[in-house]
Each structure stands twice: as C-alpha cells, then as structure tokens.
C-alpha cells in the first residue's frame, strides 16, 4: 500500500515537471521594437505613497515607443495624490476616481475609469507596485502587433524581502508554469486556457472598448483571470510571456499582508468545492507527501522500494522548483522551503472555503465586496 502510494506521488511530481520544461521553452521575454503607436501606461492607485514615485518614474523612462502615464488616485488617505503632482512631467497626468458605484469592486472601477482618460492605441495597466523596465512597454506591445494578440500579459520578477512572502508568492509562477500548457494555451482559442496578471497587463484600446473590459468584471476582485477568457470569447487572442526582465513588483510586505491578499483571490480561484479538493491531491501527493515518506522510509518505517520511490519524487519536485525559480529570477533560498510553500498555500485555501458562508465578503484596501463577484 505504501509503494502504491509513493509510486501515486511519482506520477503526481511528473506532472508538472513536464509540463515546465516544455512551458519554459516556449516562455519567452519579448523583444522591444521601437513604433509610434502611444502607450497609455494606466496605474490605479489608492494609500499608494510608499511605492508611486518610483512606479512612475520607472514609467516615464519607458523607451522605444511614446507613452502618456496616468494615475488614478481611487480616494488615498496619504500623500499618493501630492507625490504624483510633485513630479512635473507634462506626459503624466493625476486622475481622481469617482466615488465606488454599487456592483463594483475598486480596482475594476479604478482601471476603467483610467481607461476612459486613456488616448493610447494601447492599454497598459500596472499596479502601483510594479516597476517598468525601460524597454517594457515597447516589448508587450511588439509581442501584440507580432501576434494579433489584444490582451498580452507577463507576470512581473517578484521580490520577496521577508520569510512570510518567500514562503507565499512563489505559487504564482508555480502553478502557472507547473500547471498550465502553454502550447494549448497559444494554440486552441478555448477560453478555459486563458489567464493573464493583473500585475502587468497590455490591452488593444478597441479591444478593450469592444468587450467591456474592466466593466465587464466590475464585481470581481480577480481582473487579471476574469478578462482573459472574456477576450477569448469575444475573438480575440490573449498570449502570456516571460516577465521578469521587464518588470518587478513587491506585492507584500510580510506574511500576513501575504495571507490577506492570496485570501482575497481565492474567492475567484481554487477555493470552490470542486476545485480544492482536486488540487489538495495533485499538490499534496506531488510536492507535500514525498518528504514525509522519504522521512518515514529513513526511519526505517517504510518498504526500500517505497523509500525509494518517495526520493525520486521528493527530487522530482524540488528540480521543478528549482528550475522555475531560477527562470523567474526568485530567490534560491525558496527552493528548499517548497513543500512548506504548498502547504501554506493549501491553508489558504481551505481556510477561504470553509469561511466562505460564515465570513460571505472578501476586504481589500478597507472595502467589503460580497463573496463570488457580483
């Protein structure tokens, strides 16, 4: 029973393990290409004083195409507003957002009203924590010309300055890279292989008029996921690509801010009765019972074979780590905290599904939104 189950946990590390290596082949950093075609380089902003300078900065350093920044001020309590104001560039503008309309959350409203001040062929939104590289914008919007693509997306290097954030924010690129076939995901039109980050994300500004964009995922609090199939259904092709030589992001700032925002996807992500239950299993017999029955097999409590078995998996995993982290330029040190990362992120999950009824509402920036959008 035991060698069977071990052997379970080899098949479940196998998975995403080929799925990476053929996932980072296809995975690329596009190249910038000079055009004339404005960018509209959108940033909603709300208690954003910390990290805005230095988000807009970074964005009027942009290179090989023209660029407009706008800020949407979404009702900031500090000095985000007067640090925008204070930088004096005639290409950034300072845009207040109107008071939250009911059925919105306030990213979505945020963004689509910066959409509307927007006069650029393309549309790139950047939270406030995300810093541009120079070549950024000239690059997702080359990879949209040179694909027809109307919604290219990347998922920003990530910085992770804590313990809290190096055992929580590697899952993002892990489960994308390790989970998603990216092959199908270019190839097949299916909406269902459709996803984006909203961290990063480049929309063709008729496009987004056509589908709504932010207006049609008003009640969600997961934009970047939403809009994707929303494209897909309307005709369009959406493409995900390498980002971290383009831009960075520190999401968190320490564990619990980590807890609080991966809780607040969650209502929008694994955490239904279907799908939990599903990735409990592909992650917990890939990535969590390895080491605990290469323990036991150490200790002399488990058939050789099985022990051996739990090895190659615990292996299997760790290399697939370890190889999507050095691609998305991650810190090494996460690699061996990897199985307490899928456990952390499983009881974030778990813990969004079963508080669903009892709590019936996500909190994000000091707002209350109904569980499951509008």
């Known amino acids: 029973m035991l060698t ?36 509209s380089i959108l940033i909603p902003a709300r208690n954003e004083a910390g990290n805005i300078a230095g ?15 706008i800020v949407g001020d979404d009702h900031s309590t500090d000095a985000t507003a007067a640090i925008v104001t204070g930088i004096g560039d005639p290409r950034l503008r300072l845009s207040p957002v109107p008071d939250l309309p009911e059925g ?37 919007s080359a990879r949209a010309r040179q694909t027809g693509a109307a919604l290219v997306s990347a998922v920003p290097r990530q910085r992770m300055d804590t313990l809290g954030e190096r055992l929580t924010v590697p899952m993002i690129n892990f489960l994308l890279l390790g989970y998603l076939p990216m092959l199908l995901m270019r190839r097949l ?50 493409d995900l690509v390498a980002g971290a030589r383009i831009a960075t992001c ?15 996807n969650a209502h929008e992500g694994l955490a239904t009765p279907r799908a939990l239950p599903l990735w409990t299993a592909l992650l917990g017999l890939g990535h969590l019972l390895p080491p605990l029955l290469l323990l036991a097999g150490l200790l002399g409590l488990m058939p050789s074979a099985a022990t051996v078995l739990a090895a190659l998996a615990f292996g299997v995993s760790l290399a697939t780590r370890a190889a999507i982290t050095l691609a998305t330029g991650e810190p090494i040190a996460t690699i061996p905290l990897h199985p307490a990362s899928i456990a952390v992120a ?29």
């Open 55 to 69: 988000t807009v900065h970074a964005a009027l350093a942009s290179t090989g195409v023209p660029v407009e920044v």
């Open 104 to 140: 919105w959350t306030g990213k979505n409203h945020a963004c689509a009203h910066l959409a509307s001040q927007a006069r650029g062929r393309w549309l790139l939104f950047i939270d406030a924590d995300v810093t541009l590289q120079p070549g950024a914008a000239a690059a997702l």
């Open 4 to 39: 069977l189950l071990a052997l379970l946990c080899l098949f479940a590390s196998l998975l995403p393990a080929g799925l990476a290596v053929v996932n980072l082949m296809v995975l690329r950093t596009p190249e910038a290409e000079p055009d004339d075609g404005l960018v």
């Open 346 to 374: 499983l009881a974030i999950q778990w813990n969004v599904l079963l508080r669903r009824e009892r709590a019936g509402a996500a909190t994000w920036k000091g707002r209350s939104y109904p569980v499951g959008g509008a």
């Open 189 to 238: 039109p299916n909406p269902s292989l459709a996803t984006a980050c909203g961290q990063l994300v480049l929309f063709d500004a008729a496009a987004y008029g056509v589908t709504g964009g932010h207006g049609a995922v008003r009640g969600f609090l997961h934009d970047g996921v939403r809009l994707a199939p929303i494209f897909r259904r309307a005709g369009y092709r959406t």
């Open 250 to 264: 520190r999401m968190y700032d320490g564990f619990p801010a980590a807890w609080a925002g991966f809780s607040k």
